[in-house]
């Protein structure tokens, strides 16, 4: 539960720690047309560190 509330914070910072993304990439979903896509943890960095999103994330986990 800590990492998970860390990456956000992380994600906030735009930081990323790549140790914490499978080596062969992240399938991640988007709002722009596709489903889902595999992203290279290169593409993951890039796309966290360089986005000009500045929301202020607040992690949220419910257990059902």
Same mark, same amino acid.
């Given at each position: 539960?800590?990492?998970?509330?860390?990456? &956000?914070?992380?994600? =906030?910072? *735009?930081? +990323?720690?790549?140790?914490?993304?499978?080596?062969?990439? @992240?399938?991640?979903?988007?709002?722009?047309?596709?489903? &889902?896509?595999?992203? =290279?943890? *290169?593409? +993951?960095?890039?796309?966290?560190?360089?986005?000009?999103? @500045?929301?202020?994330?607040?992690?949220?986990?419910?257990?059902?």
């Amino acid at each position: 539960m800590a990492l998970i509330k860390q990456q &956000w914070v992380d994600f =906030s910072n *735009k930081t +990323v720690d790549m140790s914490t993304f499978h080596p062969d990439g @992240t399938w991640q979903a988007t709002s722009q047309g596709g489903l &889902w896509a595999l992203q =290279s943890p *290169k593409e +993951v960095k890039s796309q966290i560190e360089g986005s000009p999103n @500045t929301f202020n994330f607040r992690p949220h986990h419910i257990e059902v």
